[in-house]
């Protein structure tokens, strides 16, 4: 704990410890050179040392927990009734930002997939190019949350848009997932749990504004738990479960201020033992020299996809020049989200190890290239970032 939470920060201090640099992406960096591909080749001592099968197995289990919390928080700052009383812009906007990057993205995994050593041993084609597909096609609502108050745009009009695009896209990701997780010998149970989880949903809904302010948080985390753990038993993922149990609740039953502290704590106290125990799954051996130029390759993809796609719209809605650039900009931006979503294509074999650190090279640097160019780009048109 002393390593994982000493390094970065360090490290991020030592380089300014500004916003153009936020000490998330320093963390997932620190993470992956703690791993076995960086330390591990460059000492297996230390490495074997540091990280023994009980320590991983102790770090694993906290990261598990620490990004069930996240991707709650993450479905809970959804607002889809704003969303849907503007759905014209929200649906053009949201849906050309995902599809334009979701169909370069799957043309680049159909090339990659056309030799070995990208597809997981339990994954068709289709799963893994669909995957990929979406992965350069992900929003990470939570660092973008991050970002906007950086940025001082999280209560403009501009970020409440770019916010709206987001979350109904995160909506189609966690959807995407479940069809690619769809297994067809389970199929009984997950349709089950499709039928169930709208009902249980609103008596969730109908139950948490009815309960004392002390009381919410435990339900909901109890409500968490539950979803979570019956998502996996049916054959989806635990996070498809987590995600969605958030969805269904509204933050202002909890505070948004509440809502906002809880995420802060989880990113600060909880979200760096998984990036660390992200770090843990990359190995440059799996792929050699190839890792990196897919990772090069599904990058163009991801932003050109993601600017193109919001220039479409912004073409049919009439925005700004400004705005258009600052919105596909903003929501390309990678890091967890996507994270999470190719860990869990790799624990389901859906992608190989190979596939997997190409796309955390993908998010990781999709995530630094953002507060750079949007910072020149706001400035330019009369904003200004807080320190």
């Known amino acids: 704990m002393f390593v994982i939470f000493a390094l970065p920060w360090a490290a991020w201090r030592a380089l300014g410890g500004t916003s153009i640099l936020p000490l998330v992406v320093v963390q997932?960096?620190?993470?992956?050179?703690?791993?076995?591909?960086?330390?591990?080749?460059w000492s297996p001592d230390i490495y074997q040392s540091l990280f023994r099968v009980e320590v991983i197995a102790g770090i694993n289990a906290v990261a598990q927990w620490a990004v069930i919390l996240f991707v709650f928080v993450a479905g809970l700052e959804l607002d889809v009734t704003d969303a849907w009383n503007k759905r014209r812009e929200t649906t053009l906007a949201a849906g050309f930002a995902l599809v334009v990057p979701l169909v370069l993205g799957a043309l680049v995994a159909w090339g990659m997939v056309q030799s070995p050593g990208w597809v997981g041993d339990e994954g068709q084609v289709w799963q893994t190019v669909l995957g990929i597909g979406m992965a350069c096609a992900v929003t990470a609502l939570p660092i973008l949350l991050l970002f906007l108050g950086q940025l001082g745009l999280l209560r403009q009009p501009l970020g409440q848009r770019i916010l709206r695009y987001a979350s109904l896209d995160d909506v189609a990701i966690w959807g995407v997932m479940a069809l690619i997780l769809l297994d067809w010998h389970r199929v009984g149970l997950q349709l089950g749990y499709f039928v169930i989880f709208p009902l249980a949903a609103l008596a969730m809904?109908?139950?948490?504004?009815?309960?004392?302010?002390?009381?919410r948080w435990y339900v909901g985390l109890i409500w968490l738990a539950a979803n979570a753990f019956i998502a996996d038993w049916a054959g989806l993922h635990f996070m498809v479960g987590a995600f969605l149990s958030g969805a269904v609740l509204e933050a202002r039953w909890f505070d948004h201020k509440k809502v906002d502290d809880f995420h802060a704590a989880v990113l600060v106290a909880l979200m760096p033992v998984y990036f660390l125990s992200t770090g843990l799954r990359t190995n440059w051996d799996m792929g050699g020299p190839m890792v990196f130029v897919a990772a090069g390759v599904l990058l163009v993809a991801a932003v050109v996809g993601k600017l193109v796609g919001v220039h479409i719209a912004g073409h049919i809605l009439g925005w700004r020049r400004t705005d258009t650039w600052a919105i596909g900009w903003l929501l390309q931006t990678k890091a967890l989200i996507m994270i999470i979503f190719a860990n869990i294509l790799l624990e389901k074999g859906i992608i190989s190890a190979a596939s997997f650190t190409a796309l955390l090279l993908m998010a990781v640097a999709s995530t630094l290239l953002t507060m750079p160019i949007l910072t020149w780009l706001l400035k330019g048109a009369g904003f200004k970032s807080h320190p």
């Open 28 to 41: 997932i960096i620190v993470g992956i050179l703690l791993g076995p591909g960086v330390l591990g080749a």
């Open 205 to 215: 809904r109908w139950l948490v504004p009815r309960l004392r302010d002390a009381d």
